[in-house]
């Protein structure tokens, strides 16, 4: 039986000593969507990411991925290998973790290592003509090549992954994270830091990911991000939380107008430096010309 959820978070609870990061958050994550979580500082929203992906394992509450092959996970019991191997669970990080004095093109192979690695068993058995080592050596070949288009970064496939300029390392580890073909995408703020042209481009290439580009299948995402911009734009889906509680659930119009939402992000605007530069840096993320 296929259903049209995905991920369904139910009563996640983390505690860390007498702080409730969380406090009985539920929410689902519909096949096809892309989902923001959005909130202010502090509002809890790495932690669920951190939760979901098997680096914190929760207080309590249940966080289950039903993909459509049938099996079901329940990832809060699950470690985070195991979570990104057996059930398809990819992740990016706020901060890049490329390797940096690898090339673009071995960026995207490493990732495959999963894949490759039971290879070279095969190699083993490819000396005497038994084996499939290079037939998996060609398909991470060529779906690292895929993303490479993708991103457009395919005349840079063999500089350094470091020398590339950011906005285009954030995407190379969006086309890392593919190569891994997850089920369910999980992007802690991919927007942080770039121009609006970058963001441009970070938004198509996230309608790319969830629509199946190139017929790759579609990729169901699940992303924090602070770029109301970005958010607004391409999710398909927003759960804000403030104080580790969800106050808000729906679409993008619904939640913009939600008056609990506004008064969040009010109250986090006092706390917030607003200088010229980052005025006009929003105003454009915002596509506000005057
Ligand atoms: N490992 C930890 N140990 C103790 N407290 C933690 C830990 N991780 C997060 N917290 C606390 O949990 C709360 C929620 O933090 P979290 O990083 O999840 O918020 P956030 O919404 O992602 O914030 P930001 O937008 O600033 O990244 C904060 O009060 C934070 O200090």
Redesign the pocket.
Known sequence: MTTTTLLSVTDLTMR??G?T?VNKLSFDVRKGDITAVI??????????FNCITGFYRPTSGAITLTPDTGVQFDLEHMPGHQIARTAHVARTF?NIRLFAGMTVLENLLVAQHNTLMPSVVRGLLAVFGLGGHRAAERAALERARFWLDAIDLTARADDPAGALPYGDQRRLEIARAMCTEPVLLCLDEPAAGLNPRESDELATLLGRIRDGAGGTPGCSILL?E?DMGVVMRISDHIVV?DH?KKISDGTPEAVRSDPHVIAAYLGEGDEDEVTEETAEADKAARGVTA
Request: aromatic share 6%.
């Open positions: 860390f000593g702080l990061a909130g202010p500082n502090g509002a809890g929203k790495t932690t669920v706020q924090i602070h939380l580790g």
